[in-house]
């Protein structure tokens, strides 16, 4: 695959830019990820099925907010 293809491939979509994230494990063994700076809340499932997409994973995406015990 040339250089050019690679770059294309892992190209990170403008209203993406300001996005930053991080990352924490729990006491149970559990990996959390938190992004922000989106610039709509309505970028935030296709962000997930960028970031999902890209690592070859799948992920469940619920329309209710979790809450932490």
Same mark, same amino acid.
């Given at each position: 695959?040339?250089?050019?293809?690679? /770059? /294309?491939?892992?190209?990170?979509?403008?209203?993406?830019? *300001?996005?930053?994230?991080?990352?924490?494990?729990?006491?149970?063994?559990? &990996?959390?990820? @938190?992004?922000?700076?989106?610039?709509?809340?309505?970028? &935030?499932?296709?962000?997930?099925?960028? @970031?999902?997409? /890209?690592? /070859?994973?799948?992920?469940? *995406? *619920?329309?209710?907010?979790?809450?932490?015990?």
């Amino acid at each position: 695959m040339s250089d050019t293809k690679k /770059k /294309k491939q892992f190209e990170i979509p403008s209203k993406f830019k *300001n996005v930053s994230g991080f990352t924490f494990t729990t006491y149970s063994g559990e &990996l959390m990820m @938190v992004f922000n700076g989106f610039e709509e809340e309505t970028d &935030l499932p296709e962000f997930a099925d960028f @970031v999902f997409t /890209k690592i /070859k994973m799948r992920y469940y *995406n *619920n329309d209710k907010v979790p809450t932490i015990h």
